[in-house]
Nanobody
Framework: VQLQASGGGLMQSGESLRLSCTAS????????MDWRRQAPGQQRELVAR???????FYADSVKGRFTISRDNAKNTLYLDIDNLKPEDTAVYYC??????????????WGQGTLVTVSS
């Protein structure tokens, strides 16, 4: 299974953006899916998580501006970002630990999509 992240780009402060992460194969089971980001010179950090039961988690720095969601029929994970700030500039990765497609299970990372926010 490959995860293809997309939707990044050069944005202005205050704009909105939707990131997508699509699996290359049908997903049969999963436990949680994350969006993580890595800013220049920084460690990769968890910004949002959606669990199988639909519950979500957000880092304090993004609460109220980021919304994680999933379309099971499309095998796609989304991250909606409102009111973009320069400090949101980072490469955004989707991550799905314990994801199973058929009989194949594993921990999968998307390739990352760059979001750059100018003030």
């Amino acid at each position: 299974v490959q995860l293809q992240a997309s939707g990044g780009g050069l944005m202005q402060s205050g704009e909105s953006l939707r990131l997508s992460c699509t699996a290359s194969r049908r997903i049969y089971s999963w436990t949680k899916m994350d969006w993580r980001r890595q800013a220049p010179g920084q460690q990769r950090e968890l910004v949002a998580r959606i669990n199988r039961d639909g519950s979500t988690f957000y880092a304090d720095s993004v609460k109220g501006r980021f919304t994680i969601s999933r379309d099971n029929a499309k095998n796609t994970l989304y991250l909606d970002i409102d009111n973009l700030k320069p400090e949101d500039t980072a490469v955004y990765y989707c991550y799905a630990p314990g994801l199973c497609s058929g009989s194949v299970c594993g921990d999968y990372w998307g390739q990352g999509t760059l979001v750059t926010v100018s003030s």
